[in-house]
């Protein structure tokens, strides 16, 4: 056992609870999912996608860049949004070497 975690969390894991947060909602998972590499897409493009009022999809979208998955830009009247893959790639990272550590603690400890 690792009471160590019971205590705090893993070094750069508080910041992404909201990351992982705002995945755990399927209308968000969409949203992020229907973006192309590099593409912004406006608002009002996303809205007309789904069959929830523009309120709803408002308050997915905050959640998103609240939780850094997502960038937005305002320009004139229209906001666009970008998924920020850099982000995205940064908590993975470190994620997998959490996990990766983890699994090799195990199996140095199977095999010794």
Request: a neutral charge; glycine letters at 6%; aromatic letters at 10%.
């Amino acid at each position: 056992m690792n009471s160590e975690f019971a205590e705090r969390l893993p070094e750069n894991w508080e910041r992404f609870s909201r990351f992982f947060f705002a995945l755990g909602d399927t209308t968000r998972q969409q949203i992020l999912l229907m973006f192309e590499p590099g593409e912004e897409i406006c608002v009002n493009d996303i809205a007309r996608l789904f069959k929830i009022s523009r309120p709803a999809i408002s308050h997915h979208l905050k959640v998103l860049r609240n939780a850094e998955l997502l960038t937005c830009e305002k320009r004139g009247k229209e906001v666009y949004y970008r998924v920020n893959h850099a982000y995205c790639a940064e908590v993975m990272r470190i994620m997998h070497e959490f996990v990766a550590g983890q699994t090799g603690a195990r199996v140095s400890a199977a095999s010794g």
